[in-house]
């Protein structure tokens, strides 16, 4: 909030302290600095005669009584509600006001720490959570060990992570518990590990996607820029996961943020190596050896696209083409249409956000280009104060000058305004892009269900299968007086294949019903955020806009008032 403004009109122009104190554009500040030095610190004018040169009256900022605070009493109240929030922002806009010094924007540990202190859905969730802070501050350039092909990509940076427990981890002495703060640093490879360890044992929820890892941005990127940038990024995405009512107590996710020295989650394995392991064991596969020829019931809870398993993605391929194209209906299909209707429903939401986040860009953008304007317009005006006021031969040209910055005067507090309207803007309508960037999250669930049921659908194929083998073997079999040895030998082991078979779609079904339920959980915790979270934006918006509104409304009123004496005159 900047200082007090003078309590009565301008019988002179304002001062060039005052005058000073209001931000321009970056591009302008130093013309404008140019500009204002040459002006006259006031610029008198006096009456010789000339109609036209008699002097405006003494003028009070025009004040409601709601906007005064005060009853509505010039004596007790500013001058202008330019300076001082209008009691209409006060009173019903107070929490959303109450952060707007901390955007979590900061590299230190205090100012990104994004402590949720305000009361919006998103601190709501926030106070459930374990945590009461986590940050992501000073980043460290290290020495990578291996070689690197890409061009820089032999150093990377480790940023360290504080948080702060909210109860139960330590005693104060007094048998009372106490938070307790940890610090580990880890770098963007071990945040890909935490995703990839979450995304595997949390498979039907709504996990919020890490930010991407491009390696040619941070080429193009000024390296502070790129740094400060994935910082913000890091902090962002752990608050939000953090904020997660089963993520933020999850094992993976504790361990990540208090376990000291190398991260203890295993890595990823990368593709290649997954599709060389795969395709050691396909022949095994596909001749029948032993037990490399069953599945396996651990690994059907995983889904198949890993590429350990080559045979497994063959298969279920074949079955996602039949289900598709084959005309014949699976064994077990999806049938919860109230889960249809809202998957449908979420790929129209989806949809109605692209669009709403694409005209929220518009209107920060429009109101950006009005503040620059204004700055630029009110530049503008100050140079031409000053050549009034140095080529000024009558008084009523210094008059004119006099009354030109007040215009300017007014245009660059309206360039702040419109800049203080957009960083709130841009604050509020951000929800819309954070809901557009969850649909990924809620894709990748549904993926995952639509993928659990496939496996199902594939291991109910291959036991009919298995099945239809055993009995036409048996068939040809009983034809032979004394059986025969070797059908009966391959009829147990195909009944072995069943069995294992029947565990592994035991474990399938537990897996798509348990993905189920975390879709449907999911879904309705989704719908109840949705709905704070948009209450919340649109109040905060729309106070946002009437607020500076009045304060415009204000500035601009006192020009008015400065410049009705021409009106009169000219009447």
Known sequence: MMGPEIASGFDSPPEREEMESLAL???????????MSSIPASISASSDGDPLLAPPPTLHFPISSSASGHGGNPATSTASSFLDPPSYADVVFSP??????????GSGADNGSLLRSDSSPRSARAAKSDYIKIS?????????TANSLVPGGGTYFT???T????????????????PVEFGVRRRFRDVVTLSDRLAEAYRGFFIPPR???SVVESQVLQKNEFVEQRRSALEKYLWRLAEHPVIGKSDEFRVF??????LPLPTTTDVASRMLDGAVRLPKQLFGEGAAAQVVPQEVVQPAKGGRDLLRIFKELKQAVTNEWGGVKPLLVEEDKEFLEKKEKMQDLEQQLSSASQQAEVLVNGQQSIGETMGEIGLAFIKLTKFETEEAVYSSQRIRAADTKNVATAAVKASRLYRELNA???KHLDTLHEHLGLMLAVNSAFSERTSALLTVQTLMSDLTTLNTRVDKLEAASSKIFGGDRSRLHKIEELRETIRVTEDAKGCAIREYERIKENNRNELNRLDQERKDDFLSMLKGFVINQVAYSEKLANVWATVAEDTSTYVRGNS
């Open 211 to 213: 930010p991407d890892k």
């Open 25 to 35: 554009s970056d591009a302008s500040a130093s013309a404008y600095r140019s500009a």
């Open 96 to 105: 959303f006001n109450s952060h707007n010094g901390h955007g979590g924007c």
């Open 136 to 144: 992501v501050s000073n980043p460290h350039k290290e020495q990578e």
């Open 159 to 161: 940023y360290l992570i």
């Open 257 to 262: 943020l208090q376990a000291k020295g190398k």
């Open 163 to 178: 948080t702060r427990m909210r109860s139960g981890f330590a005693s104060n002495g007094d048998g009372e518990s106490e």
């Open 424 to 426: 709130q803007t841009v």
